[in-house]
């Protein structure tokens, strides 16, 4: 089995420098006025090579593009547990896993927060990777992915060293078992903007960023399809410190932009602005309370900047966590399993049954890539004379 993974190794390693996954695939945003855009391979992958669960931080991926953990010692919300060998990459997708966390034979690392949430029989082995290299804007980066098939959410994000700047280019809860009905139809698009002390925490909450495909009623379902897995694009296009662009499958569907948000809605797009009360954002129904200014057929930048003149909140840090700067920071791209804090106090939580079962604990990603705009050479004049 190792001679045939060291020479499967060595020819998926040599077809992915040469030929990556997403290239027939035009990059579906903007690069700028005279700009293209320049893929950046560092933070790129298209994971047709073999790497095999390790039971140490480990590097992997060309010139060590990954290792198999977060970003610094924390191992995870709610009853998450990340583990070193709950992620592999299997010739054609990096696979991140779920399973059940066992305190009596605990795999690595040991967790210094054993018991979390007070539940030591509801505890969640995760995977969870961070690239060693980071991204910083102007940068589009997008994911081929395949959610998992259960009550966990599926995340593929970036987050600055000091989890302050935070941009979720996927966020899903997939499964529909466990109460999951309602929030494994929905995509959240969204970012968090943070404060550690005392722990704040900003996201844009309103019923638009939660984004639903006709006729899916669970990513999970969707994903797992029989068996024959199905795969979602979600890009992130972030412009500039207040400006962020979304796109699920090559299309725009929403927007953010200084004072305002843009969204589309079947064939409309909307226009609105979230509104505070004595200096705090207003909520209607458990979701943030916005106001509508306009609608348009297509997707119009110049409505969008009209919508953020006459809003009177901020839509990326309302709360000034970052003292008027926006996101500025470099980020690591990370991808991980979590089982967050609110879905499991509201007993949103897979079961033995679930977490053991390979077709529905496991992420899926064909493809990450990375892209940045530079300034487009000139063609050059073709000298020859014509005979």
């Known amino acids: 089995m190792r001679i045939k993974y060291g020479f499967l190794f060595a020819l998926t390693g ?42 140490s931080k480990t590097n992997f991926g060309k010139n060590g593009k990954w290792y198999n953990f977060y970003h610094n010692g924390w191992d995870g919300p709610g009853t998450t ?33 054993p018991n979390k949430m007070g539940k030591p029989n509801g505890g969640i082995n995760a995977g969870c990777i961070t690239s060693n290299k980071k991204v910083k804007f102007p940068v589009f980066v997008e994911s081929k992915i395949s959610v998992a098939n259960i009550a966990l959410a599926s995340d593929v994000w970036l987050l600055s060293p000091d989890d302050t700047q935070e941009i979720d280019i996927i966020e899903c809860y997939g499964g529909a078992g466990n109460g999951n009905g309602y929030f494994a139809q929905f995509i959240h698009l969204s970012h968090h903007s943070f404060i550690r002390d005392p722990f704040t925490d900003y996201q844009p909450r309103d019923l638009n960023s939660w984004w639903a495909k006709s006729g899916v009623k669970s990513w999970g379902e969707y994903s797992w399809n029989n068996g024959d897995r199905k795969y979602v694009r979600v890009a992130v296009n972030w412009i500039a410190p207040e400006h962020f662009e979304y796109f699920v499958d090559g299309e725009l569907q929403r927007v953010l932009y200084k004072d305002a948000f843009a969204t589309k809605k079947g064939s409309v797009w909307q226009y609105t602005h979230p509104t505070m009360k004595d200096g705090k954002l207003e909520f209607d129904g458990g979701y943030q309370k916005v106001e509508t200014f306009g609608t348009s057929p297509t997707y119009d930048f110049e409505i969008l900047k009209e919508a953020s003149k006459v809003s009177k909140v901020n839509t990326v840090d309302p709360y000034d966590f970052q003292k008027g700067k926006g996101f500025t920071k470099a980020m690591d791209i990370i991808v991980n399993i979590e089982s967050q804090n609110w879905h499991v106090a509201d007993g949103r939580t897979p079961g033995d049954d679930d977490l053991s079962d390979p077709r529905k604990n496991q992420v899926k990603v064909d493809w990450i890539r990375v892209y940045k705009p530079k300034k487009a050479k000139k063609a050059k004049k073709d000298t020859k004379e014509k005979e």
């Open 14 to 55: 040599l077809l992915s420098a040469t030929a990556q996954d997403w290239k027939n695939i035009p990059v579906p945003a903007n690069p700028g006025k005279n700009k293209q855009w320049v893929l950046q391979e560092n933070v790129s992958d298209d994971f047709n090579y073999i790497s095999e669960p390790k039971n």
């Open 81 to 113: 547990y990340w583990k070193y060998n709950h992620v592999y990459v299997d010739g054609s997708d990096l696979v991140v896993k779920a399973s059940r966390w066992d305190k009596s034979n605990e795999l690595n690392p040991k967790s210094p927060w």
